[in-house]
Nanobody
Framework: QMQLVESGGGLVQAGGSLRLSCAAS????????MAWFRQAPGKEREFVGA????????NYADAVKGRFTISRDNAKNTVYLEMNSLKPDDTAVYYC??????????????????WGQGTQVTVSS
């Protein structure tokens, strides 16, 4: 089993920034592609972005492209989501997920093997 623990969520004004972290344990972190998903109230969980095992490849949803950046530090077993120019529509619970030997081009939540418990991000207008 891999354990994933997100942190860094909170309340921020529109236009502000937040940095989410997801700390992994229990498995060899560098064997996993990592992704961020989010789920707003009454909506389905949606793909935000993903990063391959080395950090050399990333992909993003159109809604966040140019504003969000995913990175990882395999020495620290941690993946990050830097969120800038936040909008009220970004309000959601943000989850990190891990996919064994996956690439950065996996957009479907059900493909992922492990999930964190989520962290709330609220953007006020």
């Amino acid at each position: 089993q891999m354990q994933l623990v997100e942190s860094g969520g909170g309340l921020v004004q529109a236009g502000g920034s937040l940095r989410l972290s997801c700390a992994a344990s229990g498995r060899t972190f560098s064997n996993y592609a990592m992704a961020w998903f989010r789920q707003a109230p009454g909506k389905e969980r949606e793909f935000v972005g993903a990063i391959n095992w080395s950090g050399g490849s990333t992909n993003y949803a159109d809604a966040v492209k140019g504003r969000f950046t995913i990175s990882r530090d395999n020495a620290k077993n941690t993946v990050y989501l830097e969120m800038n120019s936040l909008k009220p529509d970004d309000t959601a619970v943000y989850y990190c997920a891990a996919l064994y030997f996956g690439g950065s081009n996996r957009y479907i939540a059900t493909e992922y093997d492990y999930w964190g418990q989520g962290t709330q991000v609220t953007v006020s207008s």
